[in-house]
Structures are given as structure tokens and as C-alpha cells.
């Protein structure tokens, strides 16, 4: 059991350049999500997904589209990277019960945009 | 509006003293959930206790001990006889949503980094 999943650890960008950041859970998790953190700010929501199909915008979502064709796995997309996405991206997964509040995170991705 | 403040930005103390953690939040439901994380130096977060707003009692968890008080919004972590392994940075976050409308999203604190040198 693998938990939460993210692809790749590091990257870095060149401005304008596109990428996609794929998270991948096997615990049949019904909630996605990803946020990104920044220095004194804690962890911020970008886009969030209840089930396949669905998605949903979060606190900071300009520069970001998400996709979650399939249950398991939720793709963060940067179309036009710029330097203020310079991040570490995470990724969250939780049942869609309740209580079964708690989210579990993958272990990030680290993004350097120049 | 939700709001988490951890208003210690950094702390550092000497291994085996003791250090509470400070978390004061602000919700309008009355049915929420509050949250500790740690982010250990290799960067992952890890869980450590969930506690939902009808349950007040205090817990304890080995060294580590949670406070939650209603009538001052807060949910401190206490660590009792800090280790140099307990050195990272702890955050404090926030669920409300519970019909899952919105995904029963998390707010987070700011968090506090925490350095406990030997």
C-alpha cells in the first residue's frame, strides 16, 4: 500500500513552459486535492475534487487547470508556468465519509520556475 | 470567515524542556473539525491528531498532549520533554464543511517551526 503518490519530486520550468503533476492514491479514495506551499504561509487550496469527473476551484487557482479522469489519480496542470508558482506542491487524499475527516499527504513536489 | 493563526513563527529550546504549541482559529459552524500536522526536515507531512468541536477532553499521546478550549478557540500542542527528533515545523488546520458540499477543505495555519537543539 503505496498511500498517496507524487510525480516527480523536483522539476524546474523555464517561464511559459508547461507541465503536469500527477498524484496517485491506491486507498480508493473519494476526495483529492492539491495545495502548495509557501514560505510563512502555510499550505494554500488550489483545486480540490470529490469523485471521478469532478472538480472544483479552491483559495488559489489562477495559473492551474486539474483533471481526475480516473478515481485514483488527480493531475494538477500548469499551462504557462510563471515564477510566483515557484512551490512546493502537495498532494491530499481522504474518504468521502464522514468521519473520516483526516487528509493524507504524499510527500510533494518541489518546483522552481526561472 | 475560517481563519488559523500561529502566532509563533519559530521556536527553539533545549532537549527535555517542555513547549506548547499555539493554535487559535476562527469558524463560524458549530460542528468542525481541528487538526496538528508535523513536517519533519525531509519535507512530508505527517498526521497526528484529529479532534472534532463536540469533544473538549484533552488528549494525550506519549510525550505529545493536545488543549482544546471552545470558550478561547484554541488547540494548543504541548510537548513534553522535547527530543532533537521532535525539531520540525507543526501545523495547525481547520475543517469545516461537513455536509461535503465543498469538500470539507482544509485551512491551515501558518505553522511554527520548531528546533530543539541537544
Known amino acids: 500500500n503505496a498511500g498517496v503518490t507524487q510525480t516527480p519530486k523536483f522539476r524546474v520550468l523555464k517561464t511559459g513552459q508547461s507541465m503536469t503533476l500527477l498524484c496517485a492514491q491506491d486507498?480508493?479514495?473519494?476526495?483529492m486535492y492539491w495545495y502548495r506551499q509557501d514560505p510563512g504561509m502555510g499550505l494554500r487550496l488550489i483545486h480540490y475534487?470529490?469523485?471521478?469527473?469532478?472538480?472544483a476551484k479552491g483559495e488559489v487557482p489562477d495559473g492551474y487547470n486539474v483533471s481526475r479522469l480516473k478515481k485514483q489519480n488527480f493531475l494538477l496542470g500548469l499551462e504557462s508556468a510563471a515564477p510566483s508558482q515557484t512551490s512546493v506542491y502537495f498532494c491530499?487524499?481522504?474518504?468521502?465519509?464522514?468521519?473520516?475527516?483526516?487528509?493524507?499527504f504524499g510527500p510533494g513536489t518541489r518546483l522552481l520556475v526561472l | 470567515a475560517q481563519k488559523v493563526t500561529q502566532a509563533q513563527t519559530e521556536i527553539s529550546v533545549v532537549e527535555k524542556e517542555d513547549v506548547t504549541l499555539d493554535c487559535v482559529y476562527e469558524?463560524?459552524?458549530?460542528?468542525?473539525?481541528l487538526f496538528w500536522y508535523k513536517q519533519p526536515p525531509s519535507g512530508e507531512l505527517v498526521f497526528l491528531i484529529r479532534?472534532?468541536?463536540?469533544?473538549?477532553q484533552n488528549e494525550i499521546s506519549g510525550r505529545y498532549s493536545w488543549n482544546f478550549q471552545k470558550s478561547t478557540s484554541s488547540f494548543n500542542f504541548t510537548i513534553t520533554a522535547s527530543q532533537v527528533v521532535d525539531s520540525a515545523v507543526y501545523f495547525c488546520?481547520?475543517?469545516?464543511?461537513?455536509?461535503?458540499?465543498?469538500?470539507?477543505?482544509?485551512?491551515f495555519g501558518q505553522g511554527t517551526e520548531l528546533s530543539v537543539k541537544p
Open positions: 491530499a487524499s481522504r474518504p468521502g465519509l464522514a468521519g473520516a475527516e483526516t487528509q493524507y
Open positions: 486507498m480508493n479514495h473519494e476526495y
Open positions: 475534487s470529490v469523485g471521478e469527473g469532478t472538480t
Open positions: 469558524t463560524r459552524d458549530t460542528t468542525y473539525y
Open positions: 479532534r472534532n468541536s463536540f469533544d473538549e
Open positions: 488546520a481547520l475543517s469545516e464543511d461537513l455536509n461535503y458540499n465543498q469538500g470539507g477543505k482544509l485551512i
